[in-house]
């Protein structure tokens, strides 16, 4: 595998700009959540029906039926009811402090995306945020894990007001970059919501498929969506497989454009 510092900054080609997702993209959103849910808990051998009750009010919450402070406070109360503990407003309240205290400690970026932040800077990619996410809390969340600074346009549903797939916030990042669709990437953990929706939108769709094991990854080539692994292909990727057409690529290599090792 080609590390992101093996690669050259020569011009980016047609890709002009890559947008991120930020939960399990960037930030480990999981595995905090897993951690505050066990501090919560005592344990997280629960933490299957956590999952199911969050998706449920997740679910309301991106609709719009549902603030992101509601959201936590009814998930909250619907767990400990699924095992018979009936709770009243207070405890539900202080329950989910608890519990959101503990994540804001958990909270850490993945091993490979410093570098990855690195090299598209090196490059002269404009670097963006589309994320799914209350603002104030996304906000907060991203000056904790030091990306407060990082990205020259971020859109965040809270704010915007349409949340991904829709294909709109994709068209509003690429408005905000002064780009077409085409000369975009768009890199999230999730194949649908990520990859498709930004496909479907004109843009480059990437899956970042952490866990290389998704059955879903035989159909991406005819869903039109790049996959990786990691954040340490995702130079590669730009440089190889998106950013010039097959007949290019050759010029690019005899022309020493592109360093690749091993």
Sequence with gaps: MTSARELSTHEAGR?????????DTLLDSQSSARRAFATLTGNDAAWPVWQRITAEHHAR????????ETMCLRRTRDFFAAFGERLDEDEVRARERRRMAAMRECWELFDDVSECLDWLRASGLAVAAITNAPGEYQRHKLAA???AEVF???????EYGVSKPSEEIFYA????LGLAPRQVAHVGNSLEVDAEGAARAGMHGVWLD????DPARGSCRRAGVSVISSLYELPELLVCDLSYPREELGEVLRGGGLVVSG
């Design 145 to 147: 894990v030091g990306l």
């Design 173 to 176: 990042a690429c408005s905000s």
């Design 210 to 213: 952490r866990s290389a094991g």
């Design 152 to 158: 020259d346009v971020m859109l965040i549903s809270g």
């Design 61 to 68: 919450m991106t609709a719009g039926e549902i603030d992101f």
């Design 15 to 23: 890709i002009k700009a890559v947008c991120l997702d930020i939960d």
